[in-house]
Nanobody, 114 residues
Framework: QVQLVESGGGLVQAGGSLRLSCAAS????????MGWYRQVLGKRELVATI??????MYVDSAKGRFTISRDNAKNTMYLQMNSLKPEDTAVYYC?????????WGQGTQVTVSS
């Protein structure tokens, strides 16, 4: 049973930074791709992904501000978020795929005050 546990959310002022962590219950090499999503008012959207080979992808709103990374030794994926904006406020979810299965964490709240 794959488990993903996020941490690192919180309240931060605009312009500040947060680092989210996603700890997996198994080796990260198990997954084809991992990623971060965020949800606001019931709508979930992609933020960034990273493959087992380390290739990254970002949506336009995250480019230049967010960095996705993974520590294979710790079975943990990260999302470093800098220059945060109020519109980044959301519940952030960790996702991992072992095709065709998708696994999700429980989510962590990020609130950016203006």
């Amino acid at each position: 049973q794959v488990q993903l546990v996020e941490s690192g959310g919180g309240l931060v002022q605009a312009g500040g930074s947060l680092r989210l962590s996603c700890a997996a219950s198994t080796s990260l090499f198990t997954f084809n791709v991992m990623g971060w999503y965020r949800q606001v008012l019931g709508k979930r959207e992609l933020v960034a992904t990273i493959t087992s080979g380390g290739t990254t992808m970002y949506v336009d709103s995250a480019k230049g501000r967010f960095t996705i990374s993974r520590d294979n030794a710790k079975n943990t994926m990260y999302l470093q978020m800098n220059s945060l904006k109020p519109e980044d406020t959301a519940v952030y979810y960790c996702n991992a795929q072992i095709r065709p299965q998708n696994y999700w964490g429980q989510g962590t709240q990020v609130t950016v005050s203006s």
